[in-house]
């Protein structure tokens, strides 16, 4: 199946670009990390490395076109097997679309936005509630969420009769959006209406960074061992129709530390601290409706060819929009992967009532010193943010300490 | 020349108008009130105000007759009737100039003269004022607030006569005080006066025509006064009506009928207390949208009438008859003219009333037969001042004060209180019921120690059974 290699957004208020210079050309095989192409923005050039595997099939976007949209195929990559473009992605400005490569058992997998886009303001949701006494008892009664109802009283007060009005269930007289400082509409602007997931989305990350205390620790793993581990494994299971993506190697990794490391698959509540029995890692995946998190359970006692095809399948249903309820609610770490997309590293939230969330960046060739001399390594960097309610600071370190083996030692995951 | 032309104009410088006047004079608007007596109006003139006057002079007059239990001795204690007038007079007179004071500072243009609804002109309403001095001049106004109040309504038969038969008016200002009365009507009016005679030392006789007095009150508080003042010496008949006034040259000899049986009683004076009538007439709504209803003007919630530009306020526009609810209705409907933001209607249920007989009875909401009607759970709390600290060293101990929850929401749903101060005290429940608080913030507020207000505090615990004082 064609992979399609989109144009990266370089920065996060990139909408286009320039594709200054083509490294490759149809039919070259590319490997993951291979420099493809370069991309030119008003402030910056930067390389664009492949993220999956094959041959490249058709560029789609000449050298030196300028105003390439930012998600817009440049490229088609073909997989083994397939011996041409059978459909040409519409060109150029294809629509912001399926950043993803790949439904495939693509390599560095599904994305995530980076910390959620420039938030306008605050929304109504997270701030504080003014709501009478009377009001908020009568919404527990009706099961009302009184961040959905319009308040009447005096400054937005929700007083009974606004509480009275609503139906439980309903999303009553939509709560204007209470920025604090109001975003208006122009001419020329276009007026996009919340959707479902995109208003869960908000109201979840907001949440979060406002209630979570996150900190941050960022490390720099050497994949070499990792990588020559996927190319063995694959040689292996790509018979049986299975290919591990570096992702998918994370997972279990991360799955593996956390079972050493309990006390960092826990959840904090008010009262006391619930530690996770099973680990279930949630994994951020881009549709173009917006993220979903499916979950990979047990994934510390799956092998690598079982959490690929699972992450494959739950990959695609979320795309197409058909994971179960069960398959992406709970999971108790997150892991977020935008290397596909260039990114070296970035932070980011938590994904509550999760403790820990793992973002990942683009693994590339570096120069780095090994016994005093310049040696080029294949690294990767990370980033945990982690709840400090849950995680002390040397907790969170440990844990990247015990990942830190997994990922560069990956023969111990067998253990 | 005056100027005659404004954004508002007030027709009744009463409580209601003065306000609205002022508010609107605050929002930046052009306001001229129309006052055909008055400024403050009755409330101010011949009503509350006064009243509280004579009310306190008897109130200190019930205290020295009972010196002996505080420890004091007081010999030869008598009044003169002049002198309680007087004060009383005075006492509303300066509160008539402090309302003059405050127009003027407003800078609020009064007419002194009586205004009438002239037509329009284009969008502007026309007001044709007789102005005291005779001589007269149209106003114009895009909106006029009719503020006109009411008057005592007058029965066939017991009309009063500003001699022998008196109504409010003349029951403020009497050249000498009766030694019989008879008060037709216990309402507010009607038991203030009742009270203010009987402890002055007159042989009051109240004639009500349902079978309760404070009929608006809850029936328990009812029952409480009739108990209290029937204990001061007061006779009360309920469910009577009195159907035949006979005036002899200084004594009237009124038939009363109660429970089928028809008997006479000859008193001093009567006073006729039978509630009140809008002041409706002559205000040219002939030919307007204006509706008059059993005397009053109908309104919406906005004090709107559904002629173009003209609104009504107060009681005027119906009940309750009370100077605060004018007041609020008046500044509500002058910010909704004027385009504030976030104005509300006013919730008759959070309205209190207070009558300052002794003792004082003070109530907002529902009463408890009336909230049973609306097939609600109840908690019913009721404290009497007898468990109170500071009501006994005050020498009070008669009253108490109930409140009755909705027992699946925790809503205050209405407070009635009877015994001393009572009436300083129902604001307390006012704000609580405003904020829509439950029984648990009131639970969880701090009363002072030792006051009155803790009664408060100790009638909600009642409700849920958890007072601590009895």
């Not at chain 1, 709501?131 to 005096?154: E, Q």
């Not at chain 1, 139906?167 to 209406?193: E, H, N, W």
């Not at chain 2, 009438?305 to 008046?330: F, Q, R, S």
Request: glycine share 10%.
């Amino acid at each position: 199946m064609a992979i399609n290699i989109l144009m990266p957004a370089l920065s996060p208020t990139m909408t286009e670009g320039k594709l200054a210079k083509w490294h490759v050309k149809v039919g070259d095989t590319v490997t993951s990390g291979q420099v493809v192409c370069e991309i030119e923005t008003d402030k910056a050039t930067m390389e664009v490395e492949a993220v999956d595997e094959g041959r490249i099939g058709q560029l789609v976007v000449p050298e030196g076109a300028e105003g390439v949209k930012v998600n817009a195929v440049i490229a088609i990559l073909l997989e083994e097997g397939e011996k041409e473009v059978t459909k040409v992605a519409a060109a150029a400005p294809a629509p912001a679309a399926k950043p993803a490569a790949a439904p495939t058992p693509a390599p560095v997998s599904a994305p995530k936005p980076a910390p959620p886009t420039p938030v306008p303001a605050a929304s109504g949701d997270g701030a504080r509630l003014f709501a009478s006494p009377l009001a908020k008892r009568i919404a527990v009664d009706k099961g009302l969420d009184l961040s959905r109802i319009n308040g009447s009283g005096p400054g937005g007060r929700i007083v009974k009769a606004d509480v009275e009005a609503a139906k439980p269930g309903q999303s009553a007289a939509a709560k204007p959006a209470a920025t604090a400082q109001p975003v208006f509409a122009a001419p020329g602007d276009t007026r996009v209406p919340h959707t479902p997931i995109r208003k869960v989305i908000a109201r979840r990350m907001l949440e979060s960074k406002q209630t979570v205390p996150h900190f941050y620790l960022a490390v720099e793993f050497e994949i070499d061992a990792l990588l020559a581990a996927r190319q063995a494994i694959n040689a292996v299971t790509e018979k049986r129709g299975t290919k591990v993506s570096v992702n998918d190697m994370v997972i279990k990794a991360c799955a593996k530390a956390l079972r050493d490391h309990p006390e960092c698959n826990a959840s904090w509540t008010e009262d006391e601290m619930i530690q996770y029995g099973a680990v279930d890692i949630s994994v951020a995946v881009a549709t173009d409706r917006g993220l979903i998190t499916p979950i990979v359970r047990n994934a510390d006692m799956k092998g690598l060819a079982q959490i690929a095809a699972e992450m494959k399948d739950l990959a695609a249903r979320a795309k197409a929009g058909k994971l179960k309820l069960d398959e992406f609610q709970g999971g108790g770490f997150t892991i977020s992967n935008l290397g596909m997309f260039g990114i070296k590293n970035f932070a980011a939230i938590i994904n509550t009532p999760q403790a820990m969330i793992l973002a990942v960046g683009a693994g590339e060739e570096r120069v780095v010193v090994r016994k005093g001399q310049m040696v080029v390594r294949n690294m990767l960097d990370c980033t945990l943010a982690v709840d400090h309610r849950v995680v002390d600071g040397a907790l969170g370190a440990l844990f990247l300490q015990t990942l830190r083996a997994y990922v560069e030692q990956p023969a111990a995951m067998l253990a | 020349m005056a100027e005659t032309s404004f954004d508002i104009i007030v027709v009744g410088g009463g409580p209601g108008g003065y306000v609205a006047a002022i508010r609107a004079a605050q929002l930046g608007l052009k306001t001229a009130v129309v006052e055909r007596e008055h400024m403050g109006g009755i409330c101010l003139n011949w009503g509350c105000i006064p009243t509280k006057a004579l009310l306190r002079t008897s109130e200190v007059y019930g205290l020295i007759k009972h010196a002996d239990a505080f420890g004091l001795s007081v010999k030869d204690v008598s009044f003169d009737a002049k002198k309680i007038v007087e004060r009383s007079r005075k006492v509303a007179n300066q509160l008539s100039n402090g309302v003059k004071g405050l127009m003027k500072k407003n800078k609020i243009a009064v007419f002194d003269g009586t205004a009438k609804l002239a037509g329009s002109e284009g969008a502007l309403r026309k007001l044709a004022v007789a102005m005291n001095d005779k001589s007269s001049v149209t106003l114009t106004a895009k909106n006029v607030i009719l503020a006109t109040g009411a008057r005592a309504r007058q029965l066939p038969g017991l009309e009063s006569d500003g001699k022998l038969v008196w109504s409010y008016k003349e029951a403020m200002v009497p050249p000498a005080f009766p030694k019989s009365l008879l008060v037709i009507g216990s309402g507010a009016i009607g038991i203030e006066f009742a009270s203010f005679y009987r402890t002055m030392g007159a042989e009051v006789t109240v004639c009500e025509v349902l079978d309760r007095i404070l009929p608006v009150e809850d029936e328990e508080v009812s029952a409480f006064a009739k108990r209290a003042f029937e204990k001061q010496g007061m006779k009360i008949l309920t469910g009577a009506t009195v159907s035949n006034l006979k005036k002899a040259a200084n004594k009237v000899t009124a038939t009363i009928t109660a429970g089928g049986k028809a008997q006479e009683i000859t008193v001093d004076r009567v006073i006729s207390a039978v509630g009140i009538v809008g002041n409706v007439e002559d205000l040219g709504l002939e030919g307007t949208k204006v509706k008059v209803e059993k005397t009053h003007i109908a309104i919406d919630q906005w004090g709107f009438t559904g002629e173009p530009g003209v609104y009504a306020i107060g009681d005027v526009a119906g009940p309750p008859w009370l100077a605060h609810k004018a007041m609020h209705e008046g500044v509500l409907v002058v910010e909704k003219i004027a385009g504030v933001k976030g104005v509300h209607p006013m919730k008759a249920e959070n309205i209190p009333g207070c009558t300052y007989c002794q003792p004082q009875v003070a109530s907002i909401g529902l009463t408890e037969a009336a909230a049973k009607a609306k097939g609600l759970q109840l908690k019913v709390g009721k404290f009497p001042f007898i468990g109170n600290g500071k009501a006994i060293a005050l020498g009070e101990p008669e009253g108490f004060i109930k409140t009755i929850f909705d027992a699946k929401t925790g809503e205050l749903l209405g407070a009635h209180m009877i015994g001393a101060e009572v009436t300083e005290l129902i604001q307390g429940y006012s704000i609580a019921k405003t904020l829509e608080t439950t029984e648990a913030e009131l639970m969880a507020t701090v009363f002072p120690h030792p006051t009155l207000s803790e009664m408060m505090h100790e009638s909600v615990l009642a409700a849920y059974g958890r007072t601590l004082h009895i």
